[in-house]
């Protein structure tokens, strides 16, 4: 009878050695695959905006039109005359977004961007020279499309 006790307290003890990895990685799999369908969530939720950069004024004085996407109208001026040259533009902002914004991109590209809700403060140095730009400016952020 001893000998059946010993056997089954052996057995039990291997059974939990052996189950508890198995626990560890159902775990381990749950936690994994809730932090990917989080992270798809976050990315789906960011709208992009497709623009380009119509005017790269001096000391990034930049002017860009909106192209594609709903932005909201109170965000940029529908209309806009470069009191220099009197060219007019159609649906553009003034970036406010200098720090970031990437020095590859040239007059004439089109991007994608999204509109930043918390804008990062801008203490990058900038040059005070003037270029003309709309009133409104903008933060924005570049989409990887």
């Known amino acids: 009878m001893k000998k059946l006790v010993m056997r089954l307290l052996i057995l039990k003890h291997y059974n939990k050695n ?28 960011v709208a992009c905006f497709k623009g380009k950069l119509v005017l790269k004024g001096i000391c990034m004085n930049y002017v860009i039109q909106i192209t594609e996407g709903d932005v909201d109208k109170s965000l940029y001026d529908s209309s806009w005359q470069n009191p220099l040259t009197n060219t007019t533009y159609q649906n553009v902002f003034g970036l406010a977004s200098i720090c970031t914004f990437p020095s590859t991109i040239k007059e004439g590209d089109e991007f994608y961007f999204t509109i930043r809700k918390n804008p990062i403060p801008q203490t990058c140095a900038q040059c005070k020279a003037y270029s003309p730009t709309p009133n409104k400016m903008i933060y924005i952020e570049i989409c990887n499309k």
Do not use: A, E, G, R
């Open 18 to 45: 052996v189950f508890m990895p198995t626990k560890m990685i159902k775990y381990l799999v749950v936690f994994i695959l809730l932090n990917i369908s989080c992270n798809k969530s976050n990315n789906t939720s």
